[in-house]
């Protein structure tokens, strides 16, 4: 594999490989197709940030068969690339399980709300290589809050990711 055109068309099997080029630009001039490329980036960034994380603190990860990853402090940005999390199926094949949480206060439009387990559909081939589903779920609030949850009994982290976890954010008064 040369290149990131080729690690969508032939590892991720994602719909995004059309909108970039080999290395990894827009395939046409347009905003459409640049807010594309964009979107593909962020979201790639994230998994492969996962998976460095999980290699560095798990040296048995390529066998794993379960895995849960808290990802505090998401917001939108997150949530929205939440399909990308299935590339850690791709990488890791050994996987049966995976379940990803988004929690920060404004991962969910009601902080103070939490979503059930949700069922993430599969890309086409996970489908026909019979791949699990991945569970989602999204909790408002503070995490430390969450730790105290039944959500977080029922599904503690192996790994837990901050995203940009607001050094550029200043407290304001009001």
């Known amino acids: 594999m040369d290149n990131w055109k080729e690690y969508f068309d032939d590892i991720s099997d994602s719909p995004l490989a059309a909108y970039i080029t ?13 807010n594309k490329c964009r979107f593909v980036k962020v979201a790639v960034k994230s998994s492969t940030y996962i998976l460095a994380g999980l290699e560095h603190e798990f040296p048995d990860v390529p066998s794993r068969k379960s895995l849960t990853v808290h990802i505090v402090g998401a ?13 850690l199926l791709h990488l ?8 990803v949480g988004y929690i920060g206060p404004d991962a969910i439009e009601n902080p103070t709300t939490q979503t059930e387990l949700l069922d993430v559909e599969r890309c086409p081939t996970c489908q026909q290589m019979g791949r699990p589903r991945r569970k989602v779920f999204v ?3 503070l995490y430390h809050d ?10 503690p982290p192996d790994l837990i ?14």
């Open 92 to 99: 890791l094949p050994n996987l049966n399980s995976l379940t």
């Open 146 to 155: 969450f730790a105290q949850s039944e959500l977080f009994r029922r599904h």
């Open 139 to 141: 909790a408002g609030g």
């Open 161 to 174: 990711v901050a995203f940009h976890s607001g050094p550029f954010e200043s407290e304001t008064s009001t």
């Open 75 to 87: 917001d939108e940005q997150e949530t929205f690339t939440a399909m990308m999390a299935e590339e």
């Open 22 to 34: 080999n290395d990894f630009q827009p395939v046409f001039n347009d905003e459409y197709s640049l």
